[in-house]
Every structure is written in C-alpha cells, then in structure tokens.
C-alpha cells in the first residue's frame, strides 16, 4: 500500500481518536527494510503522558496512521532530542 508523502520531521496524528498523540517522523523505512516484516512504514517519537519519549513504528492503513503492533511497544527515548510541539 503506497503511504502519504512525508518527509522526516515531519509531525503526524497516530489514529484518528481526539486524545490521539502528534508524533515526529524520525525515520522512513526502505521497501527492503520493510520486506523482513519487522518494522512499519515509518519510524516515530511521541511523548506518553506528555513526559516520555517513546520511539515506536506505525503503519498506514490507507486511512490513517496506526502503531504496528498492539499493546505496549516502542523504547524509551530522550525528550530533549525531539519537537517540542509534540508535548501539546
């Protein structure tokens, strides 16, 4: 599936719900890195709680963007590295 045109640094929503978190586009995966089934599309940082950074993949799911795996995922990453507007 062809994903939306976007660029690292980029600021996406993950889901489509009003408490969905804004996150920062950090790395787009090639079509041979997401041959091995192991990340998304993209990788991102959002902040849970509005003080951790977590480092997960999302997928696009011809709608919108989702996380790749359910439940908890992702690792912690540093705050301080990252967007700020992502905090609101």
């Known amino acids: 599936m062809k994903i939306p045109n ?3 640094g980029d600021i996406i929503k993950i889901g489509n719900h009003r408490d969905a978190p804004n996150a920062e586009i950090v790395h787009i995966y090639t079509d041979e890195e ?3 089934g192991i990340f ?3 990788a991102v940082v959002y ?3 509005k003080l951790k950074g977590i480092r997960s993949d999302v997928v696009w799911n011809g709608e ?5 795996n359910e439940g908890p995922d992702g690792a912690y990453v540093n705050i301080n590295m990252y967007n700020p507007i992502l905090k609101k």
């Open 6 to 8: 976007k660029k690292m």
């Open 34 to 36: 997401k041959k091995s």
């Open 40 to 42: 998304g599309d993209i």
């Open 47 to 49: 902040f849970q709680n």
């Open 64 to 68: 919108k963007w989702k996380f790749k």
